[in-house]
């Protein structure tokens, strides 16, 4: 980074920052310059501030999280990340959306373009962080339960594959162009179409449709996997090779997923009075995201069994040491067992704390048992249990640390 050199005095320094302050919208990078000037020099030194937060609250009612703000914007996006000159490729973006930016990594704020709306890149922020959230736990299991998953072992081969296979089957719309139009015609109809898709085990990607080429981003890894036209439309027809033979697109999509083509659900109109249908809108969303299935609450169904009869299959399904164990733990859900050592009763003598560590090793018990088992829905359910009260007891610690120190 460059070091910063100011040669103005105290009165014509405030007087720049408060012009910028009320300048174009895109001064912002010139502000945090300006405020890292504050912070980095000693041109407070003779003024009545002890801090540049002080002094930008007290002459402009900036905030600390304001200030900061400001600082990060130029620390990302000016020349050399300690100027007071914009980088070219984000000119045009304005404050809002570089503050949204902050969060991204740069492997995709790089792919970004002005004519991207706030919404959209929050879009984009919010499935980042959605799949960044996931634990390198959850990301093992989901990489064991899917190896025979179609996408994923397409994937595995070859990224360019496995995102088209799941940009058909998630926008049916798309698929029918891709079946009737230019592949590049098909998937990008408006410049920089961004599709976000993902595949279990593999990571959430972001498919960049560009001038050239199309740039695929997996979210979770960042890697960055580029790959020409020619290349998208050969790796189309390779997968759509089974269903070339098909005289419509839903037949097409039947033969590749080996499912219906979707339908869109149909909500009869209710008209009081005759009015002129208004034609339906062109999809133009610079970014197109799954639609999420709404959740289906099932019964379950209510089955019977005489408790002889239930303690025959148990005792089947499980060996004699096994169902010795589990009954040990079960125990466990029916009273309180303190498994602190007195000695340790000064530190954590706290009871939530206490119940949050037996809960923990209840879980951990059940989940060994579990894993005999093979029962996958509880062992996850435990590995949560546990993971969540870990957390609780660590929080706690933190917090009686904090009002010790």
């Known amino acids: 980074m460059n070091e910063i050199v100011y040669q103005k005095g105290y009165e014509e320094y405030r007087a720049e920052l408060g012009a910028e302050l009320a300048s174009a919208s895109e001064s912002f990078v010139r502000i945090g310059y300006l405020l890292k000037v504050a912070r980095d020099t000693d041109i407070l030194k003779y003024t009545a501030y002890t801090t540049y937060v002080e002094f930008a609250k007290a002459e402009y009612g900036l905030e600390k999280t304001q200030v900061s703000r400001f600082i990060r914007i130029n620390d990302r996006f000016s020349e050399g990340g300690n100027s007071m000159e914009l980088k070219d490729e984000y000119k045009g973006f304005g404050t809002r959306k570089l503050?949204?930016?902050?969060?991204?990594?740069?492997?995709?704020?790089?792919?970004?373009s002005p004519e991207y709306t706030v919404e959209d890149i929050e879009t984009?922020?919010?499935?980042?962080?959605?799949?960044?959230?996931?634990?390198?736990?959850?990301?093992?299991?989901?990489?064991?339960?899917?190896?025979?998953?179609?996408?994923?072992?397409?994937?595995?081969d070859d990224i360019l594959s496995g995102a088209l296979y799941e940009i058909g089957k998630n926008y049916?719309?798309?698929?029918?162009d891709l079946f009737d139009?230019?592949?590049?015609?098909?998937?990008?109809?408006?410049?920089?179409?961004m599709y976000i898709v993902r595949i279990p085990g593999i990571g959430k990607l972001m498919i960049i449709c560009k001038e050239t080429e199309i740039h695929i981003i997996n979210a979770r890894t960042n890697e960055k996997a580029i790959r020409t036209w020619s290349e998208v439309s050969d790796a189309w027809q390779q997968l759509g090779s089974d269903g070339e033979f098909c005289s419509t697109a839903e037949e097409f999509y039947e033969k590749l997923y080996g499912e219906p083509f979707p339908k869109k659900e149909e909500v009869a109109p209710v008209q009081l009075e005759k009015k002129e249908t208004p034609k339906p809108k062109a999809d133009n969303k610079k970014v197109k995201t799954p639609e999420k299935p709404k959740p289906v609450k099932k019964e379950e169904p209510k089955v019977e069994v005489k408790e002889d009869v239930e303690e025959e299959l148990k005792a089947e399904m499980m060996p004699e040491e096994t169902k010795e164990e589990l009954e040990e733990v079960e125990k466990l859900d029916e009273e309180t067992v303190e498994v602190i050592h007195p000695e340790e009763k000064s530190?954590?003598?706290?009871?939530e704390f206490i119940t949050a560590y037996n809960e923990w090793l209840k879980a951990n018990?059940?989940?060994?048992?579990?894993?005999?088992?093979?029962?996958?829905s509880d062992i996850l359910t435990n590995i949560h249990i546990s993971i969540a009260k870990a957390e609780q007891m660590r929080n706690l610690i933190l917090h009686k640390d904090q009002e010790e120190g």
């Open 124 to 156: 984009i922020q919010k499935e980042v962080k959605e799949e960044q959230n996931i634990t390198p736990l959850e990301d093992y299991i989901e990489k064991v339960e899917n190896e025979n998953n179609p996408s994923t072992k397409i994937a595995q």
């Open 365 to 376: 018990d059940k989940y060994i048992l579990n894993v005999r088992k093979r029962d996958m």
């Open 172 to 176: 049916p719309e798309t698929l029918k």
């Open 181 to 193: 139009k230019d592949i590049k015609e098909a998937l990008s109809p408006i410049a920089d179409q």
């Open 99 to 112: 503050g949204v930016m902050l969060t991204l990594p740069e492997e995709i704020t790089e792919e970004l």
């Open 347 to 351: 530190v954590f003598d706290d009871e």
